[in-house]
């Protein structure tokens, strides 16, 4: 039996599932119902927009930045002519600008200067300070190693030093493990054993200042004697060569012997000086002026009319007496050793350098030009921060998105 085409089973509209309006594609959902639903469901989110937090923390670390060249960006600006200070001994502390570009003369102090070489340098700096100033002018020198010419003009910027970054390493360095010789201004030492009140200084006119219990060095001359050196391989023991030297003719005193050497004092008669002075050389003994290194206490020391006087040291005597072939200290030793002012040739002391909190320092052959490059830096950073603060103003002023304030489901 054929099936009816229209009969009731296989009609439009009434099978199980509905049939789609007109213009609709077969097996999609039309628009509001269910189906849209859950296609909008499965869009990518919007992205969330950047906190304020962010922006206000990125014009925070660029203003950092500003601020931390800042002295840069301004020695950028300055003047390329530097500023003529003079002589260093007669400079005025007021004259001492930060962050600014000087010339100034002065003698550097290269006996307790400091060599450095920077990690990723081929060359050598140093690090002195200038006599006559205190300890409160420094220079760290450019390239020192392989330089021909060291005049006493120097052209650099001019830091305080405590805006050094290395400046308390430094401080502690010299303080602790430095000890300068320092040559104590004689014309000032008569002063303060006369009156008890005059300020010492070194001979560079920087101020020294010593208790009369702090040791200092004598180097005095006895014009009379002469040192003479007599070799160890040619005399086996001490008294043959004494004994040889004697018959020169001359007073010999005490000796002193060293690896190949055997060291005597001699006097010499000034009219037989320069005989004398001919047969060492033609026995090619070495000789030298004599001069004695003494040591005391500047509570120690005394005037004694035109000369100094200091207490006598049993263990080294200065003074003999030619008696017959030989020179003998007095007998008995006298409480205190005479020295005219005339045989002392220094007075020494050693003292740390201490570098004071006023000092500056010159870095040499820093120029304004090497730092131009701060101000292209400035102009992105500024820029940027400038960027950074449109948005920020932008996103405080935009309204909230009220959808976005809706709790999740």
Same mark, same amino acid.
């Given at each position: 039996m054929r099936a009816d085409p229209m009969s009731d089973d296989n009609r439009p509209g009434d099978s199980g599932s509905p049939a789609a309006p007109d213009g609709v594609p077969s097996g999609v959902d039309p628009p509001?119902?269910?189906?849209?639903?859950? !296609?909008?469901? /499965?869009?990518?989110?919007?992205?969330?927009?950047?906190?304020?937090a962010i922006a206000v923390a990125v014009i925070? @670390?660029?203003?950092?930045?500003? %601020?931390?060249? @800042? !002295?840069?960006? =301004?020695?950028?600006?300055?003047?390329?002519?530097? $500023?003529?200070?003079?002589?260093?001994?007669?400079?005025?502390?007021?004259l001492l600008v930060d962050n600014t570009l000087v010339a100034v003369r002065g003698q550097p102090d290269l006996r307790n200067a400091l060599l450095f070489e920077p990690k990723g340098d081929r060359y050598r700096r140093a690090f002195y300070r200038l006599l006559g100033t205190n300890t409160r002018l420094l220079v760290r020198a450019e390239e020192t190693s392989s330089r021909h010419e060291v005049g006493d003009r120097l052209v650099g910027r001019l830091r305080r030093f405590d805006r050094i970054p290395w400046a308390e390493q430094l401080r502690d360095y010299y303080a602790q493990k430095v000890k300068s010789t320092r040559f104590v201004d004689l014309d000032r030492l008569k002063s303060r054993l006369a009156d008890g009140k005059?300020?010492?200084?070194?001979?560079?006119?920087?101020?020294?200042?010593?208790?009369? *219990?702090?040791?200092?060095?004598?180097? $005095?001359?006895?014009?009379?004697?002469?040192?003479?050196?007599?070799?160890r391989k040619q005399f086996p023991v001490e008294e043959d060569a004494r004994h040889e030297l004697s018959r020169l003719g %001359?007073? %010999?005193?005490?000796? &002193? &012997?060293?690896?190949?050497?055997?060291?005597? %004092?001699? =006097?010499?008669?000034?009219?037989? =000086?320069?005989?004398?002075?001919?047969?060492?050389?033609?026995?090619? +003994?070495?000789?030298?002026?004599? /001069?004695?290194?003494? &040591?005391a206490t500047l509570g120690d020391l005394r005037l004694d009319g !035109? *000369?100094?006087?200091?207490?006598?040291?049993?263990?080294?005597?200065?003074? +003999?007496?030619? $008696?017959?072939?030989?020179l003998v200290p007095p007998s008995p030793p006298p409480a /205190? &050793?005479? @020295?005219?002012w005339a045989r002392v040739a220094s007075v020494q002391v050693a003292a740390p350098i201490r570098i004071p909190p006023d000092a500056f320092i010159l870095v040499e052959n820093e120029l304004p030009s090497d730092y131009r490059w701060t101000l292209v830096l400035d102009g992105v950073l500024a820029l940027f921060l400038a960027f950074n603060a449109w948005l920020l103003i932008h996103r405080l002023r935009r309204p909230r998105d009220p959808e976005s304030a809706q709790p999740g489901p």
């Open positions: 509001g119902e269910a189906g849209a639903a859950a !296609d909008l469901g /499965r869009l990518p989110p919007s992205p969330r927009r950047r906190s304020p925070g @670390l660029g203003g950092l930045l500003l %601020v931390h060249q @800042l !002295d840069d960006t =301004r020695y950028a600006l300055r003047s390329s002519s530097p $500023v003529e200070l003079g002589d260093a001994r007669a400079l005025s502390p007021s005059t300020p010492l200084a070194d001979r560079a006119g920087d101020p020294l200042d010593l208790g009369p *219990g702090d040791a200092i060095g004598l180097e $005095v001359d006895f014009p009379a004697d002469l040192l003479v050196s007599l070799p %001359v007073p %010999v005193g005490s000796g &002193t &012997t060293t690896n190949d050497w055997y060291i005597f %004092v001699v =006097r010499v008669d000034p009219a037989r =000086r320069d005989p004398l002075l001919k047969q060492l050389d033609e026995k090619e +003994w070495p000789f030298a002026a004599r /001069r004695e290194r003494l &040591t !035109d *000369g100094l006087s200091l207490a006598w040291d049993a263990k080294n005597p200065t003074e +003999w007496s030619a $008696v017959g072939g030989a /205190r &050793t005479q @020295l005219p």
